[in-house]
């Protein structure tokens, strides 16, 4: 199923960690985190002008049985087999909310879900939570059932920690594991790079290589949003580095294009880098990509308070 003109459309904005600070870890093994967040804008809708979008896109139409396919730069390697839900959690998410349905005498009707995959795969924004949280929201709009907060949100989270920060798709402020969101209604658009050398970084092994897990925590934020992110930062990006050397030199290269803050997401390997215009953002990865057409790159905005 083609994203046609009849698909229900959800995008599934890029998760941009702004900051993250690792500051424990409980005995379960799972780490502390607290992180800002935000999300890229879906910039590319309705324009001509060829710009690939910072984000994934999913249609959703009925069918007499459930379907599922995969298109985008970034869809060869991943199974479009139903029976390798494992492998997709969009796929996941669209059973596990058809479970909480059913439990609650709700249809939950066969349909056809098309994959469009534009963000590099394991690569630190936050992509395959996108989808779930992508699916959760148009599978909810496809069948006009809605569930409360509190229900949404644990299915989020039984999904994976960072589906319930990609379910709100807002700026926010994320402690624990990523269950823990306070909304940033103060936090406005800033134009971004994303870049991403096509190397797969293991989440496990950055940890592993995170030798000190009690940081300090974000401090109280100013209001001033430049001073502010400029004395943060992301705690798995040294680790990171020293497992994928490119990130360094990713990471230099942004810069180089005048980013006023260069930054890794997440576990890696993207970085990404903050420009005074959206104007700027476009040149910079005109200019780094022509520089390595073999790697990832896009610009965009991110979504503000007041999107």
């Keep these: ?49 060829n710009s690939p979008p910072a984000g994934d896109r999913l249609g959703f139409a009925p069918s007499d049985q459930d379907a599922f396919s995969i298109s985008g730069r970034f869809g060869t390697g991943l199974s479009p087999d139903p029976q390798a839900t494992q492998q997709n959690l969009a796929l ?20 056809a879900i098309h994959l469009q995959k534009n963000l590099p795969v394991a690569s630190g924004v936050g992509g395959g939570s996108a989808d779930a949280a992508a699916t959760l929201r148009g599978l909810l709009r496809l ?9 949404l949100s644990a299915l989020a989270l039984s999904l994976g920690a960072d589906v319930p920060m990609c379910l709100k798709s807002r700026p926010l402020a994320a402690r624990g594991i990523g269950e823990d969101i306070t909304m940033l209604d103060s936090m406005p658009s800033f134009a971004i790079v994303l870049g991403n050398p096509l190397l797969g970084v293991s989440t ?49 290269m942004i810069a180089a294009e005048d980013a006023w803050l260069t930054r890794m997401s997440g576990s890696g390997a993207t970085c990404f880098g903050l420009f005074e215009t959206l104007d700027r953002a476009k040149h910079a990865a005109e200019n780094l990509q022509a520089a390595r057409p073999d790697w990832y790159f896009v610009a965009a905005r991110t979504i503000g308070a007041d999107t």
Excluded: C
């Design 1 to 49: 199923m083609p994203l046609g003109k009849d698909a229900l459309v959800e995008f599934a904005p890029a998760k941009i960690n702004l900051a993250l600070h690792a500051i424990g870890q409980r005995d379960d093994g799972y780490h502390l985190l607290d992180s800002i967040v935000t999300f890229a804008a879906d910039v590319a809708a309705g324009r001509d002008d």
């Design 92 to 111: 996941k998410a669209r059973d596990m909310l058809r479970m909480a349905l059913e439990a609650r005498g709700i249809a939950a009707p066969p349909v």
């Design 143 to 151: 069948w006009d059932v809605q569930l409360s907060e509190t229900e």
């Design 204 to 252: 496990p092994d950055i940890f592993r290589r995170l030798t000190v897990k009690n940081n300090p925590p974000i401090p109280l934020l100013s209001g001033d949003w430049q001073a502010d992110l400029s004395i943060l930062r992301n705690d798995l990006e040294p680790p990171a580095r020293s497992l994928v050397a490119e990130i360094t030199e990713l990471s230099g």
